[in-house]
């Protein structure tokens, strides 16, 4: 099993920045990609952006050039840098992490999640 313990959530006004942090612990073995999703209410969890134990990201279109996602495979933690936050950012936001395999997709068995952490971005 693996925890992802998330940390950094909060109010801030539009325009102003957070830094969500993703600590693993347990079987991180297991886990080869780590990354981001939010809620927003009513709507669906989406990807924001992740990154692969090799350094390899991608990041949704709505969020690119204002966050920037990074990892410290020393710590095993991935951070998320959002920068320029717009009302339209505010959701719960997920860490999540799973392993690089044939058959896996978001939100299937192979994945694990976080409790959640609210980002709320006030206009």
């Known amino acids: 099993q693996v925890q992802l313990v998330e940390s950094g959530g909060g109010l801030v006004q539009a325009g102003g920045s957070l830094r969500l942090s993703c600590a693993a612990s347990?079987?991180?073995?297991?886990?080869?990609?780590m990354g981001w999703y939010r809620q927003a209410p009513g709507k669906q969890r989406e990807l924001v952006a992740e990154?692969?134990?090799?350094?390899?990201?991608n990041y949704a279109d709505s969020v690119k050039g204002r966050f920037t996602i990074s990892r410290d495979n020393a710590k095993n933690t991935v951070y998320l840098q959002m920068n320029s936050l717009k009302p339209e950012d505010t959701a719960v936001y997920y860490c999540?992490?799973?392993?690089?395999?044939?058959?896996?997709?978001?939100?299937?068995?192979?994945?694990?999640w976080g409790q959640g952490t609210q980002v709320t971005v006030s206009s």
């Open positions: 999540n992490g799973y392993p690089i395999v044939a058959g896996r997709r978001p939100g299937g068995p192979y994945d694990y």
């Open positions: 347990g079987s991180i073995f297991s886990i080869n990609a």
């Open positions: 990154v692969t134990s090799g350094g390899t990201t």
